[in-house]
């Protein structure tokens, strides 16, 4: 039992260690009527060693959360679903507009602007990062 519990312990110093190399910053969401789809946008600093891969988002705010990036081909723009995303070692990913960014479907609640609203990223590892996201007008675009 003593072995369990040392590696379990090691296990969590783990995930805390990756954890406390990492950052999330400048969160915001969209808001939107409720019948539509929002988007979540944010930074993750990587101040570690070795990349994160960052894996899912969720929100009790939004019954689905999904990540998502467009691209522009020839004009035409596309999104596709990604299933993660690495951040560097040593620096930063962004989900921004016409970039990486959380698909946010189904409100629990209307969202108002100016409110905030919690976000969980799970990453590879296990570990998670927990930020608050403020709600903004449906016209920011890039602030």
Known sequence: MKRIAVFAGALACVSISQAATLEARDCWVRAMPPNLPSSGYFTVANNGD?????????TPAFRMTMMH???SKNGTATMSPVDSVDVPAHGTLSFAPKGYHLMLEEPGKPLKVGSTIPLT????DKSTLDVNCEVKSPATVGH
């Open 121 to 124: 990223l799970s990453f590879a």
């Open 69 to 71: 990036k467009s691209d």
């Open 50 to 58: 070795k990349p994160a891969t960052l894996t899912a988002a969720q």
